[in-house]
């Protein structure tokens, strides 16, 4: 007989998950995790060696390294002339500056200029009322006809007095009298000329000139506008633009070689630049020194004057000014971008052999004398000598190089860094062309 299973008795449990399934699976995963790992390491570690890793030219080996050859660049000093300039910041001011004011009282009635327009010497600007002082001028006319007439009067009278005393008709005292009349007549009529002068002088002062020639600035006064003698502003205001002057100042240590050019008569060349000291403006000529130095600064102005034709320079603009004082003829000459510089001071790396094999460059200190543009004067090297031009960086004293040929990488081989800054180059077949318009390495 089968026993019944109770009827409220839970189902058979099923088994529970065996732990040990998640630790297989993690240990599916965790190689591929450390493989992934080493593997970027290694990609990471071969970029930066490869970054760090220098790109050496077979041909050039790095600074002194093996015993390789840098390919470099070379150019010739040259022996040519030179200009010496003094660079200032200048000023233009101009030649003369008139502000004119009314010498007498009254009301504008005309303003006879345009702003701005270009005056002669002469030209009517302003005028004043003249009314009041036409009528000085009638009142001075009038009083100087009446005391002439009285000093002619006086005058006759002296003469009958003469006749009379010649006769003994009236005494000495009263012919005395009389002259004296006619001498005091003869000052009131002096003063009476002066005082018509006056009024004369009064009346001129009501049109007011121009006293040079130059430009007006703007309208200062109206038709209508009351002005006083003792006013502080100017009714108009004329600046000369035709000539010029700038005034600018240098160290008092030029002072010597300045006055030595001056002293035998040399007229010394300015020109006034853009701010970029690129473009010349105008050129003047250097017209005189001031008669100290300024004791806080150590400085010098000096003034140049421009005939400023073409009005190009215009008052109180600021320019570049730069002297010409002299120029060294026959000196050794270099581009600026061969000249290095250290602690010591200047130096350029000399190519010692000038076979094709087994040339070297050497150290050799020079002295800056003066600069123009791209070029200066050096000191201390012959012209002809062949000088580096490029990869400064990896060049040694002792170092050896090999010179780049035509066509070989840059465009710099065969031609003369001076010639390039003076715009001519020279191909391989010996003709001159002008520089090419895209920029050099």
Known sequence: MDKKEPTGAAPPNEPPPSPSS??????????????????LLLLWLLVGRHK???????????RGGMGQAVVIDTTNAQKGDINVFINAL??????YTVSNKTRVDGQIVKVLYKEGQLVHQGDPLVEIDPAPFEAAVYQSQGQLARDEALLENAKLDLNRYQEAFSKNAIPKQQLDTQSSTVHQYEGIVQLDQGQLTNALVQLNYCHITAPITGRVGLRLVDPGNIVHASDNSPIVVITQLQPITT????????????QKQLKQGKKLQVDALDRSQQKKIASGVLETLDNQIDPTTGTLKLKAVFTNEDETLFPYQFVNARLLVDTHRGVTLLPNAVIQHNAQGAYVFVVESKESTNQTVAIKSVEVVTTEGEISEVEGID????????????????????????????QRNGTNAVERANGDIKSPSGKKNRRPATNSD
């Open 247 to 258: 005034i600018f100042s240098v160290a008092e240590d030029f002072l010597p070689e300045i």
């Open 52 to 62: 760090q890793a220098p790109v050496e030219n077979p041909r050039a080996g790095g």
């Open 383 to 410: 012209p002809g000598t062949v000088v580096a031009a490029s990869n400064f960086t990896r060049l040694t004293d002792g170092g050896k190089v090999t010179v780049r040929t035509p066509g070989e990488g840059r």
């Open 90 to 95: 200048g000023t233009v001011t101009p030649y």
């Open 22 to 39: 998640d630790t297989q699976r993690r240990h599916h995963v965790w190689p591929w995790v450390v493989g992934a790992l080493l593997v």
